[in-house]
């Protein structure tokens, strides 16, 4: 919005993602259901990453500066899209994994 890139402001913008990906993995980590469909956490995270994207553009938040790729038809950046549904899928496999070699045999 017009000021300097702060280290307060990325890690603002850090957090919020954090909290993000972690709001998205809670219903695959306890809801059955969801245990062997973790793609759809992709799906879910581009989907949110979008509606971010559009609302950052929109407001004026931020924007693509010429090295930027951009989605046709939806006009958002590539890794801004990708980032919260891949980044979200990996912690859910890394936490996926983590758990299954600490699980008590009872």
């Not at 300097?4 to 695959?28: G, H, Q």
């Not at 995270?45 to 010429?66: C, Q």
């Amino acid at each position: 919005m017009d000021g300097e890139i702060t280290e307060l402001i990325l890690t603002k913008a850090s957090l919020f993602d954090a909290l993000v990906i972690v709001i998205i993995l809670l219903p695959f980590v306890y809801w059955d259901k969801l245990k062997g469909k973790s793609w759809l956490i992709i799906v879910v995270g581009i989907i949110i990453a979008i509606f971010n994207e559009w609302y950052g553009l929109g407001t004026g938040r931020w924007e693509y500066n010429s090295l930027m790729p951009i989605l046709p038809i939806i006009k958002v950046g590539l890794t801004p899209t990708l980032q919260l549904g891949v980044l979200g899928y990996f912690s859910y496999k890394i936490e996926e994994g983590w758990l299954g070699s600490h699980k008590k045999v009872i």
